[in-house]
């Protein structure tokens, strides 16, 4: 099984950045689609961004175009989510997902791993 860790969540005030984490146990983490998702109380986990294997391809929810960055570093087995401008709407737990595979992946249920989440609330 593939362990995934994710860190960085926290307190900010809306305006403000964070950079989330996800550290990888996979031997060869450069085979995973990485995704990252979020869930808020009362509402169902929705896509937030993916990234391809090699990091060549990006896909970005509407709600956070522009706004957050996804990337990878896959000598250091982690996933990056860079947040910036942050809105009291972006507060959720945040969780990383993985699945082998080539094709970019925007759904829950086509991803194979997930870490723990991390727990992020913007102020307003």
């Known amino acids: 099984q593939v362990q995934l860790v994710e860190s960085g969540g926290g307190l900010v005030q809306a305006g403000g950045s964070l950079r989330l984490s996800c550290a990888a146990s996979?031997?060869?983490?450069?085979?995973?689609?990485m995704g990252w998702f979020r869930q808020a109380p009362g509402k169902e986990r929705e896509f937030v961004a993916a990234?391809?294997?090699?990091?060549?391809?990006?896909n970005y929810a509407d709600s956070v175009k522009g706004r957050f960055t996804i990337s990878r570093d896959n000598a250091k087995n982690t996933v990056y989510l860079q947040m910036n401008s942050l809105k009291p709407e972006d507060s959720a737990v945040y969780y990383c997902?993985?699945?082998?595979?080539?094709?970019?992946?925007?759904?829950?249920?086509?991803?194979?791993?997930w870490g723990q989440g991390t727990q992020v609330t913007v102020s307003s």
């Open positions: 997902a993985a699945v082998v595979g080539v094709v970019l992946h925007t759904i829950s249920a086509q991803y194979d791993y």
């Open positions: 990234i391809s294997p090699l990091g060549v391809t990006t």
């Open positions: 996979a031997r060869t983490f450069s085979r995973y689609n």
